[in-house]
């Protein structure tokens, strides 16, 4: 299993995850990387990071191999993204009436959802929720914060991984 995983520096307008001697061609939050993330910001935190648990849909993808803890996201899945509510940064079942993402998208991104050890030892308000590894846009657009792979990259990705992994960001 690998023990890390590294963002490395941009070349040529484009980002890649370092997993060994693989480049995963990747996209990052649309504010780039921050060492001072922030709710809303739009960036990928500097930061060593924990692969906690990975979330996905059965109903699209039948079986996945990796060695993380796995949950499955339903239709009543949420995750808090309020600040100022006890749940910050944490999922929720829904509905929800504090702000929140619906985890279960139309557009298949969060088919696949690596929950990453980001804010979350406790949560801090205000310094960023739902910092995930998702699957890309087709043209590898920005995200919101997260890191996102191709839907193929991030399950070839997952079969090297385990909660002993670690997501290096540097700045």
Same mark, same amino acid.
């Given at each position: 299993?690998?023990?890390?995983?590294?963002?490395?520096?941009?070349?040529?307008?484009?980002?890649?995850?370092?997993?060994g001697a693989t480049r995963y061609r990747?996209?990052?939050?649309?504010?780039?990387?921050?060492?001072?993330?922030?709710?809303?910001?739009? %960036?990928?935190?500097?930061?060593?990071?924990?692969?906690?648990?990975?979330?996905?849909?059965?109903?699209?993808?039948? &079986?996945? &191999?990796?060695?993380?803890?796995?949950?499955?996201?339903?239709?009543?899945?949420?995750?808090?993204?309020?600040?100022?509510?006890?749940?910050?940064?944490?999922?929720?079942?829904?509905?929800? %009436?504090?702000?929140?993402?619906?985890?279960?998208?139309?557009?298949?991104?969060?088919?696949?959802?690596?929950?990453?050890?980001w804010n979350d030892a406790p949560p801090?308000?205000?310094?960023?929720?739902?910092?995930?590894? &998702?699957?890309?846009?087709?043209?590898?657009?920005?995200?919101?914060?997260?890191?996102?792979?191709?839907?193929?990259?991030?399950?070839?990705?997952?079969?090297?991984?385990?909660?002993?992994?670690?997501l290096t960001v540097r700045g």
């Open positions: 299993m690998l023990t890390e995983l590294l963002l490395e520096p941009e070349e040529n307008g484009l980002r890649f995850l370092r997993a990747c996209a990052i939050g649309k504010g780039g990387v921050s060492p001072g993330k922030r709710e809303g910001d739009g %960036a990928t935190p500097v930061a060593v990071m924990a692969l906690r648990r990975l979330w996905w849909r059965r109903d699209r993808i039948a &079986h996945v &191999h990796c060695a993380l803890p796995m949950s499955e996201i339903t239709p009543d899945l949420g995750w808090c993204d309020d600040p100022g509510h006890a749940s910050y940064n944490r999922p929720v079942p829904l509905p929800f %009436a504090a702000s929140h993402e619906k985890m279960c998208r139309d557009d298949g991104l969060y088919d696949l959802v690596v929950e990453l050890g801090k308000p205000g310094h960023g929720s739902a910092i995930f590894m &998702h699957i890309a846009r087709e043209n590898y657009g920005p995200t919101e914060g997260c890191i996102a792979l191709a839907r193929d990259d991030l399950m070839a990705l997952l079969s090297r991984v385990d909660a002993n992994t670690l």
